[in-house]
Structure formats: C-alpha cells, structure tokens
C-alpha cells in the first residue's frame, strides 16, 4: 500500500550531507563542495515558518536548508520533492478536519510562477495567495506569477 504523505512526513529519517559532490551533480556547486539532501519533515517545518504576507521560492528554501547544515549546496531535486509532499500532506490534514496547515501556497517557482503541481491546481494556489493579499497576474499564455514576488520574500533561517 502507498505511503501517504503524512506518512511520508512522519518517516523520520536525518538530512544527508555528501562531500565531495558527486561528478553527475558537480555543477550545482564548487570544486570540492558539500551538498545537503534534507528531509520531507525538515522541509515541512520550514515552510511552516514563512509568515503571512510573505512567500518562498524554491531556491530561497534551500538557501536557508544550506545555510542551517553549514553546506554549499542543497539538492534541488529532493527539496522540490520534499516541498511537493509537505503540501500533500498540508492538504490531507485538511480533509481530516485540521483548520491550520503548513502554508505550502506561500512556496512559489524561483521565477515568482505558480505551481500547477500542488494540490488543486493553479486555481487553488491563485485562490489561496489572494486570499492573503497577493496580486497575481498572467506571465504568458498559461503561466501565473505573484506581482513583485522577490520584495515579499520571507528572511529564511
């Protein structure tokens, strides 16, 4: 049977950290460079942080994941993973009754895009940003962004 992400939250588990970065993933930091591949929970727990009015980017949460290990880098393929499975999770804790939930919405794309990939949608993740006061507005043919989205970034430590 399928893990649900509460489940997947709740594995437990400790962050990683690999020095000298492998060859295939060289590029994501400098010679010689150390890399922290975090947990579903860790990730959780700092998204919970971001206060309302604020949001997060991608790149912003590993900065502040790599900066707590004391490492160069954090995996974006994990963090991204992680920061999908914290929003899985927040959703279904709602369906179980929980009025209050890790604000997976304020976790925007490095480039200020809402993400189809959370759960319902880009519906959902418009509705529940301008809930909280975020203008959002139309990047291209089907791409939305939150206005000004880099001076609403949460300081992440």
């Given at each position: 049977?399928?893990?649900?992400a509460?489940d997947?939250?709740n ?15 060289a590029?994501?930091?400098p ?8 947990t ?25 994941l ?22 899985k ?35 959902e993740?418009?509705k ?16 939305l ?13």
């Amino acid at each position: 049977m399928a893990k649900s992400a509460i489940d997947k939250i709740n594995a437990g588990g400790d962050a990683q950290i690999v020095q000298p970065l492998p060859e295939r993933v060289a590029h994501w930091g400098p010679p010689g460079g150390s890399m922290v591949i975090s947990t579903p929970a860790e990730v959780d727990a700092l998204i919970a942080t971001i206060p309302k009015g604020r949001l997060a980017t991608i790149n912003t949460l590993r900065a502040a994941l790599a900066q707590r290990h004391k490492v160069d880098v954090t995996c974006p393929v994990t963090t991204g993973i992680f920061a999908s499975i914290a929003a899985k999770a927040a959703a279904e804790r709602e369906m179980m009754g929980a009025k209050r939930v890790t604000p997976w919405w304020r976790v925007i794309k490095s480039d200020g895009t809402l993400n189809p990939k959370m759960p319902g949608g880009l519906d959902e993740h418009r509705k529940r940003l301008e809930a909280e006061g975020f203008i959002i507005v139309k990047k291209g043919r089907s791409s939305l962004v939150v206005a000004d989205f880099e001076k609403k970034l949460a300081q992440l430590v």
